[in-house]
């Protein structure tokens, strides 16, 4: 942004004593575009004194009032424009810092006059849990279609949001508002509801959780903010946001694992069927789950590469991109997903949703008794990390069926030079053709399966 400078004038028209106004003008590069005169207009900062002077007595080149002045009227007018010019540099500069952007020359003069208690300040601050508390029961009447709209369980949400709040006021013995937000209130809160969760609990918040919390309040404040509220903070700043840090697992299901998912009977429950299936196309294949809930509208395709017919799917790889292309892989269709595919149809199934799979997969597991112990690492916010046992079935996630083909691969033998081509596809060249694109892919693949086929697994084999 632009260095401001200022300079004086005197106004034209004197008073009945022969005085002139002095007003302060800046420049700071304020700048707007005038859709009338269809061009950008400059507009600079000009506020009055209020002091008024005898030219005689006016110094141009130091913008004072002249020695001759002070000697005989004291320095009164010089400390008054002194305080006026330091006011207008300061209130410029905490503007900009907040907003990162320039003040209008109107809104810049409003804080200086405020700040030189000129006028009263007209309060527009409102409490954070009042303000969250009319968002609630607004939201969660609108239509589900509205952008809006809060369901219950959202509505839920935030009125944990609002204990917490309140909670850290009862500490502070103050009300939480928006004007009054501070960077150092900002972090105060989180390390203080954290603190007392632990007196209550005798166990810290996870940063995934403070992070919840931390999205909540952000979106709260975009609320806000649209409502033409004002905010202490400038709340967008990348550096003012928690990122979730989920616990850290190593785990994978064996073959002999596998072979009992494989082998049994899920049919009597819905919920079952939908973990079975995941598990064994996910642990086949070795997609994420953002690639396995688009799996339904794929079929399993047989190409004919180098004169022998393989059984495919070609999918998207949607984690994975490199100047915005998205990458495509071959993955052959192992004999335990052949089988799977033959007895459903030949077709892949619809998923529930992200989070009911993350639900469905660890009821099945426990069904199953997977209770082998595994430790995990868990991130406490303002925490060292700490370590403990947990069963499997109640660890295990759809990500680490990923795990289950790359680590079963790695256990039988197959080297890393085979399977990264087909879990972490890359690109060379955005100008990549698609003959060349479809060459690599299936070169990889055969590959591949030549590869696990020499190591003689009971399940990992073409």
């Known amino acids: 942004m632009k260095k401001p400078s200022c300079f004086y004038n005197l106004e034209s028209k004197k008073n009945l004593s022969g005085e002139q106004l002095i007003f302060f003008n800046m420049t700071y590069g304020y700048k707007y575009y005038d859709v009338v005169k269809k061009k950008t207009i400059y507009s600079n900062l000009r506020i009055s004194s209020r002091w008024a002077i005898q030219k005689e007595y006016w110094d141009n080149v130091n913008c004072r009032a002249n020695k001759l002045y002070v000697r005989k009227f004291g320095k009164d007018i010089n400390d008054a424009l002194d305080r006026l010019e330091s006011t207008s540099y300061t209130q410029l500069s905490v503007f900009r810092e ?31 849990v009042e303000f969250i508390t009319k968002q609630k029961a607004y939201r969660t009447i609108l239509p589900t279609s509205s952008s809006n709209f809060w369901s219950f369980k959202t509505g839920q949400q935030y009125d944990n949001l609002i204990k917490q709040i309140e909670k850290y006021e009862k500490h502070i013995n103050s009300i939480l508002t928006f004007e009054t937000l501070t960077e150092i209130i900002y972090w105060d809160f989180y390390k203080t509801i954290n603190d007392l969760h632990f007196n209550e609990n005798k166990v810290y918040y996870t940063t995934t959780t403070i992070a919840k919390v931390c999205k909540h309040l952000r979106t709260i404040f975009n609320s806000a903010t649209e409502e033409g509220l004002s905010i202490g903070i400038n709340y967008s700043k990348k550096s003012l946001k928690i990122h979730p840090t989920e616990a850290i697992h190593e785990t994978f299901l064996t073959e002999q694992q596998l072979e009992i998912i494989i082998n049994n009977d899920a049919s009597h429950s819905a919920e079952y069927t939908h973990a079975k299936n995941y598990i064994i196309i996910s642990s086949f294949l070795g997609l994420r789950i953002e690639d ?3 799996l339904h509208e794929l079929s399993a395709e047989k190409i004919t590469w180098n004169s022998k017919e393989y059984d495919c799917i070609i999918t998207k790889i949607r984690k994975a991109k490199k100047n915005n292309i998205p990458l495509k892989v071959a993955i052959p269709i192992l004999e335990p997903l052949r089988d799977f595919l033959v007895l ?18 660890k009821k099945y597991l426990t069904h199953l008794k997977f209770n082998d112990l595994v430790e995990i690492k ?14 499997q079935c109640n660890v295990f996630t759809p990500h680490d069926c990923r795990a289950t083909f790359i680590t079963n691969l790695r256990n039988i033998g197959v080297s890393h030079d085979t399977i990264e081509p087909i879990t972490h596809p ?11 694109d479809k060459s690599l892919m299936f070169d990889k693949m055969v590959k591949f399966i030549d590869e696990i086929n020499s190591k003689k697994s009971s399940l990992f084999r073409y």
């Open 378 to 391: 868990l991130n406490f916010y303002l925490q060292e990390p700490s370590f403990k046992k947990m069963k």
């Open 344 to 361: 459903n149809g030949n077709k892949f199934p619809v998923f529930p949703s992200q989070p009911n799979i993350r639900k469905v997969i």
């Open 426 to 436: 890359r690109v060379k060249s955005k100008n990549i053709t698609d003959a060349y």
């Open 98 to 128: 907040i907003h990162e952007l320039n003040p209008s020359p109107q809104e810049l003069k409003e804080l200086i006059q405020i700040k030189l208690g000129r006028i009263i300040k007209k309060s527009t601050d409102i409490s954070i």
């Open 292 to 294: 396995m809930v688009n």
